[in-house]
């Protein structure tokens, strides 16, 4: 299954936050069709009550560029080889995050950019991988080797800094205990001793996560959101909160 969450915002504290649940869908008609009946039924889009908004997407179609490597002539070849971007269905746009040097290239069904654009005024579209990047490296006072982990119902994110520079950042599916394997490919991958790593987790289900990881990790925290007052105490809306960064 898939998700629509919202959340709007007024003076860094949160005025409305509703997620919805959207059924597997076949086309992308099948997805427009179900957001529509999602706009049509619920009273915070009836009343439109934004001055602007922030829209954040997540797939798979999305690469990682440093800044010397970047050109952009060649945003079809830095996704071509490596994710399902189609060139007939996608567009493709990129988010440069200045202070890391690094551009996300990513693609987005047309037919859904020609929705979002139909549906709201003042609309801004990114990629979800931006706005995790883009907040959890302001908010990242350390200069450790620290990596931060968010759960959502089917994915996880993982994310990881040292001295102000990304070392990595990607996404997998949650299957049971195996996304502990994955955690450590990564770590083994990168050279990176458990022992001197500083484990961020936020997202959903943190409590039963943090106490399935302290077995591995000895520094592992929950992160605390200073900037914005979270409505519930399992917060699975990280990525939306962090729109505002962008």
Known sequence: DYSFQYIILNNKKIYELKSYKIKNFHSIEQKIDSLNDILKKDNTFKKKVWKSIKISITNT???LIPEEFFNSKKLDFYLNNTTSYSIKNDKINFYFHKKLKLYIIYAIEKKLI?????????????????????????????????SYIYFEEQVFYILILKNKKLLYYNFFLIEKNKFLNYIFLILNELEIDQNNLSLVISGKDKKDYKNRLKEYFKNISVYQSNELIEKTKESNNISLLFNHFL
């Open 61 to 63: 179609k999305f690469n």
């Open 114 to 146: 020609n929705w979002c654009n139909k549906s709201f005024k003042k609309m801004r579209l990114f990629h979800e991988s931006s706005s995790l990047i883009n907040g959890f490296y302001i908010t990242n006072k350390s200069k450790g080797c620290t």
